[in-house]
């Protein structure tokens, strides 16, 4: 069966600090991965996403940057953050060829919390 | 992809049937009508999905009107379980919609004992 992990579950960070969120996919390949934001009070936003290694599509200019440096590995990261990038972080993934389009599989997220 | 709105809040006795509207009236031919729903602190949970006709599945019932301009996700026998907020998506079947969820603000269901 498929699974998903995320990680760090929690984490506090000062302002200007870097950040690294990490994201694994186990028992399937090639399939699309999604980073996403839920900050307080708001709906969840789609940050980035990835149908392949390398290959990196972002939804809407941001302090954050994705990699996926393997073909299930995806990676949210920031140089500096700002008070503004805290919130809850979801990463997901889809079958790419076989799975239907809107069928995502979401892990259990990362809070944030920028001081 | 066509925009959803749904009621902000609803209740329910623990038991009896949920049933959770969405309206999505500018909905075009090949979009697709998908559910999910997020419990507290936890990430989405992908429900159902359909196009036209009705669909079941262990979870839910999804009715779509006849025009596909309306839907109905049914939760038949609810439980303290099914709190949560549920969320109606529009989503454009072909490929360069790459599973691009657009979440609303979605309803907050509370079941009640």
């Known amino acids: 069966s498929q699974t998903i992990h995320q990680w760090p579950a929690t984490l506090v960070q000062p302002v200007g600090s870097p950040l690294s969120l990490e994201c694994t996919v186990e028992?399937?390949?090639?399939?699309?991965l999604y980073w996403y934001r839920q900050a307080a009070g708001r709906g969840l936003q789609l940050l980035f996403y990835s149908v392949g290694i390398g290959q990196i599509s972002s939804e809407v200019p941001q302090n954050l940057s994705a990699s996926r440096p393997q073909d299930r590995q995806f990676i949210l990261s920031s140089k500096k953050l700002l008070l503004s990038d805290s919130g809850f972080y979801l990463c997901a993934w889809r079958r790419g060829r076989t799975g239907h389009t809107g069928e995502l599989f979401f892990g259990e997220g990362s809070r944030l919390t920028v001081l | 992809d066509a925009k959803t709105t749904q009621p902000p809040s609803m209740d329910c006795a623990e038991g009896r049937a949920a049933n959770l509207p969405c309206n999505h009236s500018?909905?075009?031919?090949?979009?697709?009508v998908y559910w999910y729903r997020q419990i507290h602190s936890q990430g989405p949970q992908y429900i159902i999905h359909?196009?036209?006709n009705n669909e079941t599945n262990e979870m839910a019932s999804l009715i779509i009107t006849e025009d596909r301009k309306s839907s109905t996700l049914i939760l038949p026998h609810a439980t303290l379980r099914d709190t949560a907020v549920y969320y109606c998506?529009?989503?454009?079947?072909?490929?360069?919609?790459?599973?691009?969820?657009?979440f609303g603000q979605g309803t907050i269901l509370t079941v009640h004992p």
């Open positions: 028992g399937t390949s090639n399939p699309n």
């Open positions: 500018t909905i075009s031919g090949n979009e697709y």
């Open positions: 359909g196009l036209k």
């Open positions: 998506i529009v989503l454009n079947a072909g490929g360069t919609s790459y599973g691009k969820l657009t």
